[in-house]
Nanobody
Framework: EVQLVESGGGLVQAGGSLRLSCAAS????????IGWFRQAPGKEREGVSC????????SYADSVKERFATSIDNAKSTAYLQMNNLKPEDTAVYYC????????????????????WGKGALVIVSS
């Protein structure tokens, strides 16, 4: 069974940091790109970051560049999203997703490119 499980969400004050984890199982993790997405209350889901496996090419949405960093640990089949200098507008449910094409474009990831999805982790940033 394919699974992606996000963890590490929670409540943090503005300016703080959180690290989200995405634990994968049931598929060849090393052959997939991992994307992070978020959905704020009342808004559509948007792409946050992408990392391709092997060459570790990354891309980010403009709104999180210089503040967020994504990485992968193939030995643990886990991807990470380090979020620094968090702002209230970063409040959202964060999802990780896996792309069998193992490709990240220069811009933020697009939902239709991804095959498997986690159920999300809630991040709340208080002002």
């Amino acid at each position: 069974e394919v699974q992606l499980v996000e963890s590490g969400g929670g409540l943090v004050q503005a300016g703080g940091s959180l690290r989200l984890s995405c634990a994968a199982s049931g598929f060849a993790f090393g052959d997939y790109a991992i994307g992070w997405f978020r959905q704020a209350p009342g808004k559509e889901r948007e792409g946050v970051s992408c990392i391709s496996n092997g060459d570790n090419k990354t891309s980010y949405a403009d709104s999180v560049k210089e503040r967020f960093a994504t990485s992968i640990d193939n030995a643990k089949s886990t991807a990470y999203l380090q979020m620094n200098n968090l702002k209230p507008e970063d409040t959202a449910v964060y999802y990780c997703a896996a792309d069998s094409l193992n490709y990240c474009s220069s811009g933020p990831p697009l939902e239709y490119e991804f095959d498997f999805w986690g159920k999300g982790a809630l991040v709340i940033v208080s002002s």
